[in-house]
């Protein structure tokens, strides 16, 4: 795969990482990356590499994307061994956010939630050596290496999603627990799945029927021959997998009395004001956060605004009448004049009457909504 046909957004920081590698590198790397040069590209790019590396070292000179695309491709071969990881593990987590990124152009939603998490993880288990062509065949890894390394990076992943969905699994649990215990109306709720990236709409969560399908689990060992770097990747990944666990595992009990707290204050706002009551809420989940609005308006205010804009009605179509009136009276005089003033006011007024029908109707259905308490 050649430097063309990635994406140089996807693989910027690797790009950056070979381009800071190929501009420090000392002078036995530089002169085995001269050779490969010479042998593979010419004597004229050979001369014009040698020509131009001190002006490209100092900032003087760009360097061309035909030269960069070249470099790109050959300098990992000469890279030390934790430097060559580095760069295949860039290429797995990248090959992981591609893979998120067009999972999430489709719909998700509460009722298939757990399914997501099952055919997402059926797609980073089928990472292959396919996904890596830029690794096979140029002599960075052999085809073995890069299998096994492969099995730490699946086994790694799969975690991640194992821990994933049960975090998300226990926020909606709780969540539709501290709901189901109010008899009240949620204005709007949301729940921000942090793996996805990816909001949800919650609203009918206290009728939903949550059921979890467990994931698939891998049995890994670190084979002997890629210790050094598999298991430090392996062993580093997996520590901040569990003290995620722990951290999310301890705040629980906090964000349950959150949610407490926030009931509390709401209830306790209602009881005393004869006003609407409108709150609104974040809260750090396991998994996500969790968006809430709770909203009651009291019968004395809808039924104020339906006195009000009842009011202004009347008197919008009571100046309209006397208005017809009296110009009624000198039509025949004024007659272009006249009927041009009764256009202007209907349609000045016109807006308001639309606005005021809208509010009356408005509070006709929160009085349904929130009833005549």
């Not at 470099?71 to 893979?99: G, N, T, W």
């Not at 951290?247 to 209602?270: G, M």
């Amino acid at each position: 795969m050649s430097y063309q046909d990635v994406s140089y957004a996807t693989r910027s920081k690797i790009y950056n990482f070979l381009e800071k590698e190929f501009l420090n590198a000392d002078d036995e790397t530089f002169r085995i990356i001269a050779r490969h040069y010479y042998k593979h590209y010419g004597y004229g790019a050979y001369n014009y590499l040698l020509k131009t590396y001190t002006s490209w070292q100092r900032g003087w000179t760009g360097i061309s994307s035909l030269t960069f695309g070249r470099i790109i491709e050959c300098m990992p071969k000469y890279l030390a061994d934790d430097k060559r990881f580095f760069i295949l593990q860039e290429e797995v987590h990248s090959f992981f956010d591609k893979k998120r990124n067009d999972f999430n152009k489709n719909n998700i939603s509460l009722s298939v939630i757990n399914q997501c998490f099952i055919d997402f993880q059926k797609l980073i288990l089928s990472f292959g050596k396919e996904d890596l062509q830029w690794f096979i065949g140029r002599g960075i890894f052999n085809e073995e290496q890069v299998e096994h390394y492969l099995k730490i990076c699946r086994y790694v992943l799969c975690e991640k999603i194992i821990q994933a969905h049960r975090q998300v699994a226990n926020d909606l649990e709780l969540i539709k627990q501290k709901l189901s215990s109010i008899n009240e109306i949620i204005s709007g709720s949301s729940y921000h799945i942090r793996f996805f990236e990816k909001s949800i709409c919650i609203d009918n969560i206290k009728k939903a029927g949550l059921s979890y399908t467990p994931l698939h689990t891998i049995n890994f060992k670190i084979d002997e021959s890629f210790k050094k770097f598999g298991e430090r990747y392996f062993l580093e990944e997996l520590m901040k997998i569990s003290f995620a666990e722990k951290s999310k595992q301890t705040n629980t009990f906090l964000k349950s009395n959150d949610i407490d707290l926030f009931f509390s204050h709401y209830f306790e706002l209602k009881k005393l004001t004869t006003n609407q009551v409108s709150m609104k809420s974040t809260f750090e989940g396991e998994g996500g956060t969790l968006s809430l609005h709770l909203e009651f308006i009291p019968y004395s205010v809808s039924k104020r605004s339906i006195y009000v804009a009842s009011l202004k009605l009347l008197s919008y179509l009571g100046l309209s009448i006397l208005l017809i009136l009296i110009i009624s009276l000198f039509l025949e005089y004024w007659i272009i004049l006249t009927l041009i003033g009764l256009i202007v006011w209907f349609g000045s007024i016109f807006p308001k009457l639309k606005e005021e029908i809208k509010n009356i109707r408005l509070a006709k259905n929160n009085i349904q909504k929130y009833g005549q308490q």
